[in-house]
């Protein structure tokens, strides 16, 4: 039955090897199944005729029926455009073609009854159909009475004359193929209690539905399927590995008492207490951690990671924390080690730039057991990096680092595998999270520390820039700082934007006497940390910058963020340059600059910037804006390669899904049990080559 799905494209009737090249190049489609499984994204709506009187510009696409009177063609060489008028008797609306004008002459003649499909627009005062889909009534377009689906397609295919259209015949000719090898993929329990279609009628009603209604049931059916196997595989990976990977225990309260009573600098909240409760939970349970910890900027994921430090260093064993950035490193290094000296706990850092006779105490102390943390950067993964025992890995911004490089962490012990605490400051969507890292369990500081005061936001033209520079004077002249940061480097033909030369010159106008600092990608290392460092100290007062800035610099004094070219930045990007201030006590400031053409989603990320400060709400909205690939980056993309579901959208089934899966491994975690038979086979024959990022491993 699987050999079926398993035939090479080209030997589907209208394909051949040729097209078959095309379509694993262009679509990654290979087979009958990857084929079947190439699912329509939208639906033209040919169930109904619209008067032509009652159309207007808003509308999405149209179906008419009418007759041309007449044909025109206006401007010449290469402004030519066709326009024909076509009536339904009561309206008149024109048809207009730029391209293969002599092709439509040919093809379309007046008097002819057609049926006419396209997107409305107008055009002054008039409505027009530009390139629409035109074709002489027959009995079977006149019923008006199907969905008709639009498949993603590619430029090279239309270039070569393969259309959504064409996609659509050649499915029809492989649901005919496939209808005897289509089994039911999903246990007759299931499909009964969520009265889901059956897969051969989902799968036909997918490409050509028969009714609004089954359309939205075979969807249902589908995003179903997909999202439950994916959670079925996490939540198995995840008891696989608990039962797999014994975890050291780590249950000696002592050195953390001694913290809590003696030097606690302030009152933790609620939320980094429960998520504290949650680590150590899982550290003396006697399976292996594998959190990930979730905050904003400023929400205290340093000192939650330093009170588990503190658990494992009570149990005789070490920690280690690894940043992606050598500025980050020191920065935690720095954070850290005012801690770990009130309690006399040996710390180091460990990065690129640590010289050769620096190195060789800190490979000894810690092969000795000696030092009992070493913060560091991809240095610490280096083959002499060697721990005398690692209890704690914790690894920040985990999104940047590769697969391989966190597996080489994990391997660190030899006899048993250390925890693992894997910390972002860019908040996860739940349903990114359920199933991006749906093996790991997800803590997250929902709340900031008491007394921080949220930064107030405003967005505010290119043309009010006297204001704005008004607002920086106002800022400095009480002892604040200000970061400007820019979307580029070197001036770009295709992008008019300020960049950041021309930033840099404008803010050295405006602020004669000011000391500025200069920051970006290109530049040494040396030269950006000797301009960080100054900026730090307070030698400078601005700092002029790309998004370099976007991880790293802590400066409690900096209280002003302004981000030129706003509408060029992603919302996370915005959110995570935003977190940059408001480091202290001071009321800080974010002021997005933007020219006055704005489309519609970048209103909506500039709307979401000045209304809420809360990272969780800003990653919901990103997540709808932009998808779950595009958030993620395209390393994580082999987790989300979903055929038909949407995480933006399908939170209740997704969430639904996943309690199914759950309910059906606590009861069955072999699937030996033989209403579950179907699920076993169902995994054992999905793709092997399916990557799933959430593993340290």
């Excluded at 029926?65 to 060489?77: L, N, P, Q, S």
């Excluded at 994916?230 to 039962?243: A, F, N, S």
């Excluded at 809360?614 to 390393?635: C, H, S, V, W, Y």
């Amino acid at each position: 039955m699987n050999n079926f799905f398993d035939t090479s494209i080209e030997f589907l009737k209208g394909v051949g090897p040729q097209r078959a090249e095309l379509f694993k190049k262009e679509l990654k489609i290979f087979s009958f199944g990857d084929l079947i499984q190439h699912y329509p994204f939208r639906y033209e709506d040919r169930t109904r005729f619209y008067p032509i009187s009652s159309i207007d510009d808003t509308l999405p696409y149209v179906q008419i029926k009418g007759k041309f009177t007449d044909f025109e063609i206006i401007g010449d060489r290469s402004k030519r455009r066709l326009i024909g008028y076509f009536t339904d008797g009561n309206g008149e609306i024109e048809m207009v073609w730029f391209q293969r004008i002599d092709w439509v002459m040919q093809k379309i003649k007046p008097g002819i009854e057609y049926v006419a499909f396209g997107k409305p627009s107008r055009f002054g005062k008039k409505l027009n159909i530009a390139h629409p889909e035109i074709e002489p009534v027959t009995e079977n377009n006149l019923k008006g009475n199907s969905f008709q689906p639009v498949y993603p397609i590619s430029e090279k295919l239309r270039s070569r004359y393969i259309d959504s259209k064409q996609i659509g015949k050649l499915q029809a000719e492989l649901l005919r193929l496939a209808e005897p090898h289509i089994r039911e993929t999903l246990p007759e329990f299931v499909v009964a209690s969520k009265k889901f279609l059956s897969k051969k009628i989902a799968l036909r009603n997918i490409h050509f539905p028969q009714s609004q209604e089954l359309l939205q049931a075979a969807q249902r059916r589908l995003k179903f399927e997909e999202l439950f196997y994916v959670q079925l595989r996490l939540i198995k990976m995840k008891l696989v590995r608990q039962d797999k990977f014994k975890g050291q225990i780590f249950n000696d309260t002592n050195i953390l008492t001694r913290f809590y009573k003696e030097h606690l600098p302030f009152e933790l909240t609620e939320a980094q207490k429960r998520v504290i409760r949650e680590i150590y939970a899982d550290l003396k349970s006697g399976k292996q951690m594998n959190r990930l910890l979730q905050g904003d900027v400023g929400s205290g994921k340093t000192i939650v990671a330093f009170i588990c430090m503190l658990l494992v260093i009570g149990g005789e064993a070490q920690a280690t924390l690894m940043a992606p950035t050598e500025i980050l490193a020191q920065q935690h290094y720095a954070n850290l080690k005012k801690y770990a000296d009130r309690m006399n706990i040996p710390i180091a850092l460990l990065t690129g730039s640590v010289k050769k006779s620096q190195r060789k105490p800190i490979h000894e102390k810690l092969q000795s057991g000696e030092l009992k943390i070493l913060i560091g950067t991809h240095a610490l993964l280096e083959e002499e990096v060697k721990f005398h025992k690692l209890g704690l890995a914790i690894i920040d911004e985990q999104h940047r680092f590769g697969v391989a490089q966190r597996s080489k962490l994990w391997q660190k012990n030899t006899d048993v595998y250390p925890h693992v605490l894997v910390m972002t400051a860019t908040p996860i969507p739940r349903t990114l999270a359920m199933t991006l890292y749906g093996d790991l369990e997800i803590s997250s500081i929902d709340e900031l520390p008491k007394g921080r005061k949220p930064i107030i936001t405003t967005h505010q033209f290119d043309a009010h820039r006297l204001k704005v520079n008004g607002f920086i004077k106002s800022q400095m002249d009480a002892g604040r700082q200000i970061y400007v940061v820019y979307p580029l480097i070197e001036e770009s033909e295709k992008l008019d934007l300020k960049h950041l030369m021309d930033g840099y010159e404008s803010m050295t106008r405006a602020f004669p006497d000011i000391p500025i600092s200069i920051v970006h990608g290109q530049m040494k290392p040396e030269a950006k940390d000797y301009e960080m460092a100054r900026f730090v100290k307070g030698e400078t007062k601005i700092m002029v910058a790309t998004t370099v800035i976007e991880v790293g610099v802590d400066v409690p004094n900096a209280s002003v963020m302004i981000i030129e070219s706003a509408e060029r930045f992603g919302l996370s990007q915005l959110h995570q340059l935003r977190g940059r201030v408001g480091r202290g006590v001071d009321q800080s400031y974010c002021i997005l600059i933007t020219g006055y053409k704005l489309g519609a989603d970048t209103k909506v990320r500039i709307e979401t910037m000045v209304k809420t400060n809360n990272g969780f709400e800003i990653a919901e909205t990103d997540l709808k804006l932009r998808g779950p690939g595009d958030l993620m980056g395209t390393q994580q993309s082999g987790a989300l390669d979903l055929l038909i579901a949407d995480l933006s959208k399908d939170g209740p089934l997704l969430q639904d899904a996943r309690e199914l899966a759950s309910q059906i491994l606590s009861s069955d975690p072999n699937l030996e049990k033989p209403e579950n038979q179907l699920i076993k086979t169902q995994i054992q024959m999905a793709r092997k080559t399916t990557v799933n990022w959430s593993r340290i491993s």
